[in-house]
């Protein structure tokens, strides 16, 4: 397994500001207000979807790396997430990928080919978006999907952070939610990893688990008119003993489509394996 950030001689706030420094900041039209987009290096457009309860620092450990390999990064706070401002209704993954798409049309010259990555929640509306994309799509790409209908209650081991609880109560919380759902490992939950997750969940205002727990990936994968690959932890969490069912279920719907399984690895695969996650993605998009 590879060693992660040594946490002990940085600063979570300054180390995530010192890489967000180095992108440019686009906004598109989001409900009422706008979409936030960190956009790093120059090449192939490549567009990173983050999951729920999330920001684009779910790709702090990939982003760099893949702008200096010939990519163009352009990592999405999706609406009601981040920076972003609230998309207004329709809540649902078609009416939050009809933002995220208009947003792509008007960062991306038409004539670029795009490949597009969901993580988790972000699958299912990176799955609308791909859809919408039709020919301009090079390919898809998902991490820890999510889109495979209701599931086992992973939530009920996870912790509400609320202004009600103390510095102390909200950081435990944040540590038990990590250890519990996102890393296989409990110790690679540190600083940073539990900083993310106060600072993102602190943001959140789109519920994103009802939209994780339909069936819309699944729908949307014959729609889909180029490559698909998919990439699990073999200790993800949200999987819950049925990774092999939604293998299998992926394939039922893309008989073409590439999966990977990475050995010792959570749910937040690109993250706790960093090294072998950007490995992977670069050569399914070269």
Request: hydrophobic share 45%; glycine share 10%.
């Amino acid at each position: 397994m590879e060693a992660l950030i040594p946490e002990a001689e940085i600063d979570p706030e300054a180390w995530l500001n010192d890489i967000a420094s180095r992108a440019k900041r686009e906004e598109t039209l989001c409900g009422e207000g706008v979409m936030v987009w960190h956009v790093w290096g120059e090449g192939i457009p490549l567009i990173l979807l983050h999951g729920g309860h999330g920001a684009w620092n779910h790709w702090c450990r990939n982003v760099e790396f893949l702008a200096a390999n010939g990519f163009k990064v352009m990592v999405a706070d999706l609406p009601g997430l981040g920076l972003s401002h609230d998309p207004g209704p329709p809540y649902t993954s078609d009416g939050i990928a009809k933002i995220v798409h208009y947003g792509i049309t008007r960062l991306v010259n038409e004539k670029d080919l795009v490949h597009l990555v969901g993580f988790s929640f972000g699958s299912v509306i990176g799955a609308v978006v791909a859809e919408m994309l039709g020919p301009q799509l090079g390919s898809f790409n998902v991490v820890g999907a999510a889109g495979f209908g209701p599931r086992e209650r992973v939530a009920d081991s996870m912790i509400k952070i609320h202004d009600g609880l103390s510095k102390d109560e909200k950081i435990s919380a944040a540590r038990n939610n990590m250890e519990w759902l996102m890393f296989a490992d409990p110790n690679n939950v540190g600083e940073l990893a539990i900083f993310m997750q106060l600072q993102n969940s602190g943001r959140a205002r789109t519920l994103s688990r009802p939209i994780s727990m339909t069936l819309r990936l699944l729908e949307a994968l014959p729609n889909i008119f180029a490559p698909v690959n998919a990439l699990w932890g073999d200790l993800d969490r949200t999987t819950m003993g049925s990774l092999e069912d939604r293998m299998q279920m992926l394939k039922d719907e893309r008989p073409d489509a590439s999966i990977e399984v990475l050995n010792g690895v959570g749910h937040w695969s690109q993250f706790e394996a960093a090294d072998r996650f950007n490995q992977w993605l670069i050569s399914k998009i070269n």
